[in-house]
């Protein structure tokens, strides 16, 4: 350009030249930043503990328990109670998802994460407990009959069984769903289901089995471009068919629920090549724990009598030493291998407060944590009490606000005239 117009040029038309020519590359410059600077995305979560979609329907006698009353003397079931119970159990679990699913409807959430999820009758467990006699074929249903009660079309479903076959009457499974109008899959590997507690995995004593427990995770990005994530659903140990397995663990020093977030952090980092998601993801589900609800606050005192029983073989002051001394660390391990990950619990309030109970038999025990994404610390605990029906699971649904931060924008190659 100084050349061109070193002999046409008067001095103040090439400086008013080559200010535009800087002025047209620093326009592009701009422009570029502004194309590959994505937006961060905001998104609606939901997780919920649905209790297999059978809370109320007959404690005493899930599936095996039906088969041992009808088959074993004496017997206490009925073929015509048997072929009464497949009838009344199907109606019972479809009322229930139609609860739910309004339930969901009104909370629109952009990704839903469910624990004891039901995977449908499984006509081969049925069969191996003897009943197939007594389930007429209008009264089945499997997990595709479960999922299109369940969810509206906008959502596509990703589920892992937990090996827990049956637990009431099916497999529970751990999910994740989204809307498919507004997130896509990262990539054709990003759905990732596994084991956390294999079937069969003995506890430290050797006496005891621990009930087999999976993971589902999802690697997810926005429509259209974006930065990605990964999310994961999981139903840690515990609960009250589990509780008691807390002492040969601490004992032997080992954590099994530790253990468990643990090999879902190994998915993570497995998954980081082809995900491209680690460094932001999400860990949620029913953990089976509180964290300051054990020691202070409303449900404290139930969760001392629950540990300690009716305190005749120790002085409460032993008791209460090892409760606190024992027991709670024991319980809050989970909390400590979750933040030593690089996650941090999303919520905005404590769980020692009654506003944040999530589980009918305690506290908050549902809890999401995440890692790389912004939290809005908006959480909000939905009821499970339907006005007018009753509860149809025994946790409360819990909804909160996250945030991906976009990426970095990359600077444009080459460089801008001086």
């Not at 041992?68 to 119970?85: D, M, N, R, S, Y």
């Amino acid at each position: 350009l100084r050349k061109s117009c070193s002999r046409s040029c008067s001095p103040s038309k090439l400086a008013l030249t080559w200010e535009f020519v800087r002025s047209l590359f620093r326009g592009i410059a701009v422009l570029h930043m502004a194309e590959s600077q994505e937006v961060a995305f905001e998104f609606k979560l939901m997780t919920f503990n649905v209790e297999e979609f059978w809370h109320g329907f007959n404690t005493k006698c899930t599936l095996q328990g039906l088969a041992k009353g009808l088959h074993k003397e004496p017997k206490t079931v009925t073929e015509a109670q048997a072929i009464e119970w497949f009838k009344k159990l199907k109606e019972t679990v479809f009322t229930k998802i139609a609860k739910i699913r309004a339930i969901i409807e009104a909370q629109n959430p952009d990704v839903l994460c469910l624990q004891e999820h039901s995977l449908g009758l499984d006509p081969d467990i049925v069969r191996q407990e003897k009943l197939s006699d007594y389930l007429d074929s209008a009264d089945s249903f499997t997990h595709e009959d479960i999922l299109q009660a369940l969810l509206p079309d906008s959502y596509q479903v990703f589920a892992k069984g937990s090996g827990e076959n049956p637990a009431k009457y099916s497999e529970l499974a751990n999910a994740v769903a989204w809307r498919t109008d507004k997130l896509e899959l990262a990539s054709s590997e990003s759905q990732v289901g596994a084991f956390i507690t294999p079937i069969g995995n003995k506890d430290p004593s050797g006496k005891h089995t621990y009930t087999s427990r999976s993971v589902a995770c999802v690697g997810l990005r926005p429509l259209g471009g974006g930065t990605p994530f990964v999310v994961c659903s999981a139903h840690l140990l515990g609960g009250r068919f589990e509780d008691s397995l807390w002492a040969a663990d601490a004992q032997a020093g080992q954590n099994e629920r530790v253990n468990q977030v643990k090999a879902i952090v190994d998915i993570l980092q497995a998954g980081n090549q082809s995900w491209g998601v680690a460094a932001h993801s999400v860990i949620t589900g029913d953990f089976n724990v509180m964290r300051k609800g054990f020691a202070t606050g409303p449900f404290a005192e139930h969760s001392r009598k629950y540990v300690m029983g009716n305190g005749m073989l120790y002085t409460r002051e032993q008791m209460e030493k090892d409760y606190m001394g024992v027991y709670v660390p024991y319980q809050l391990a989970v909390h400590d291998a979750l933040e030593e990950s690089g996650h941090t619990v999303a919520y905005g309030k404590d769980d020692n407060i009654p506003e944040m109970k999530t589980s009918f038999y305690g506290g908050c025990t549902d809890w999401i944590y995440v890692k790389g994404i912004e939290s809005q610390k908006d959480e909000t605990i939905v009821s499970s009490d339907v006005p007018g029906y009753g509860l149809v699971s025994d946790h409360n649904a819990v909804v909160i606000t996250l945030r991906v931060p976009s990426s970095q924008p990359q600077p444009l190659s080459g460089c801008i005239p001086d």
